[in-house]
């Protein structure tokens, strides 16, 4: 456990998007050797499906934007080309047209913003369901978390398993994850803010819950179940042995 938390915390330090060393408090590239992609990728994607390799070799590239997939069907790992200069830095979020030629076609109709005071909170794991299933992209503005995603698509030769990322401000990545997984995330730093976009609006008929300490599932969360902050609704959530069929 004391190894992958030492992962966790140098990935903080390093930026996707320009292979070298980052300011923690900027987030700017700092001079350094330039690394290639695929060490950088190394460095800060932590997927603990066990599928085979983490990610893809060769990432999608449009425009500003770069994405690797991981072992699920699905998820897309992105991140963005930040420009940087003696004023801070500026980056692209979201493009329509780019995430379309990255295979990303959902139009997203709301930003949701939420603040986690403590490290250790979890959110989650949440999905709706049919017809208001929601695809998220999700990224971190303040802190950092271990997002995870766990496939709920019954047709799938992944079912009930997942993929779990370091997202935070200092790496600047995003995941994006499609209709058909339950999402959660557990924060690593205090005051931790993420902003993320669904391509369904709050169905509160549609909402359920899936549990976060689910043995079968065997999430690689980085606290035991009394150092974590949870919602009475997160504490309650069923198994996925006792869920009903979600997803095709």
Avoid at 10 to 23: A, E, H, M, R
Avoid at 111 to 130: E, K, Y
């Amino acid at each position: 456990m004391a190894r992958w938390l030492a992962s966790l915390r140098q990935s903080q330090v390093l930026d996707f998007n320009c292979g070298l060393p980052t300011n923690p408090r900027s987030g700017n590239c700092q001079p350094g050797s330039r690394r290639h992609r695929s060490e950088v990728l190394e460095t800060v994607v932590l997927a603990h499906a066990s599928l085979g390799p983490a990610f893809a070799a060769s990432p999608l590239q449009s425009g500003n934007f770069s994405a690797v997939s991981l072992d699920l069907p699905g998820p897309l790992l992105i991140s963005t080309r930040r420009f940087g200069d003696e004023r801070g830095f500026f980056l692209e979020t979201y493009s329509a047209r780019d995430f379309a030629a990255l295979g990303i076609e959902e139009s997203f109709v709301q930003d949701n913003h939420s603040l986690s005071a403590a490290v250790g909170t979890i959110r989650g794991l949440h999905f709706q369901l049919p017809p208001q299933a929601q695809a998220k992209l999700v990224r971190v503005l303040r802190g950092a978390i271990l997002d995870v995603a766990v496939d709920l698509r019954r047709s799938s030769p992944t079912y009930g398993r997942h993929v779990a990322v370091e997202l935070s401000a200092a790496n600047g990545l995003q995941l994006y994850i499609p209709a058909g997984f339950a999402h959660g995330f557990c924060t690593l730093l205090p005051e931790t803010e993420i902003a993320y976009k669904v391509s369904a609006p709050y169905a509160p008929a549609l909402d359920r819950s899936l549990a976060w300490d689910d043995p079968d599932l065997a999430l690689p969360w980085p606290f035991e179940a009394a150092q974590v902050t949870l919602s009475d609704k997160d504490r309650r959530a069923p198994r996925l042995r006792d869920l009903p069929p979600c997803f095709d």
